[in-house]
């Protein structure tokens, strides 16, 4: 069991990450890991928010995920579709917050449609704020950052001396957010693969290498947790903050 003292991550990032694996090892369809991966993230979701995360971060699709085979990203297109008809009734209960980072102009029409419901019935929800990371790379966000200030500047609204570090962070998705303190990536891959490339500057990983992401429990979140309280977090200082 955790301790009762430990601090508590305001923001979880999770490389949802093992899907295909899982089905491997089982003899089934890729797709079929993606489907308990699915289920699963419903579950550590509503964990989160009931142990009082205030942020979730879930990488769900990279921008380099197009490369697949065109039935996977068929059926992944699918497997959200399925998921934003629940998501309209889904985490009300729970007053989770759904919000979606990355660039869903390139989704079809109708996700983004329901994507748009889903965060309008769920904007005014104060649990907890999930992000779903959708057609989502780290550098895509900065160069959509750089192109949004460099409007501003040609408009003739902003000095390009007068650009900082708070404005870029203002100009990511996750704007208004806390940097996740935790990213957790399971499967035994050592590698962040384009996830919150600005907002990870002093995030702690834990990478876990024994878990599948469908197979990642309540009890895995926890040990995560542990890990990052075992963590010495100095931000460049020499003193543990
Ligand atoms: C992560 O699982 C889910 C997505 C990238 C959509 P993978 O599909 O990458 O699973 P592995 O890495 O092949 O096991
Ligand atoms: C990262 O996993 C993306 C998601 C989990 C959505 P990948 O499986 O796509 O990453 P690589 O290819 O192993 O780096
Ligand atoms: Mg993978």
């Not at 469908?214 to 020499?238: K, Y």
């Amino acid at each position: 069991m955790a301790e009762t003292n430990r601090i508590l991550p305001e923001h979880i990032g999770i490389i949802m990450d093992g899907n295909g694996r899982w089905a491997k090892k089982r003899g089934l369809p890729r797709m079929a890991g993606h489907r308990a991966g699915a289920n699963n993230f419903r579950t550590i979701t509503r964990y989160c928010n009931k142990i009082g995360i205030k942020y979730l971060t879930v990488y769900a699709f990279s921008t380099e995920n197009w490369s697949r085979p065109k039935e996977e990203v068929d059926a992944l297109m699918r497997l959200l579709y399925d998921y934003l008809q629940e998501a309209l009734r889904d985490f009300r209960e729970e007053n989770i917050r759904t919000r979606f980072i990355g660039d869903v102009t390139a989704l079809q029409p109708v996700l983004q449609q329901l994507i748009a419901e889903t965060e309008e019935l769920s904007a005014d929800r104060t649990g907890l704020t999930l992000n779903i990371a959708m057609n989502y790379g780290g550098r895509a966000e900065m160069v959509r950052a750089a192109q949004m200030l460099a409007r501003r500047v040609q408009q003739g609204q902003l000095a390009p001396e007068d650009i900082d570090e708070a404005m870029l962070s203002a100009s990511m998705y996750t704007a208004g957010q806390s940097d996740p303190d935790l990213i957790i990536r399971p499967s035994g891959e050592y590698r962040t693969s384009n996830f919150m490339l600005w907002q990870s500057a002093y995030s702690e990983y834990v990478f876990m290498d024994d878990i599948l992401w469908p197979d990642f429990t309540e009890e895995d979140l926890e040990r995560a947790i542990d890990i990052f309280n075992s963590r010495s977090r100095r931000f460049g200082g020499t003193v543990a903050k």
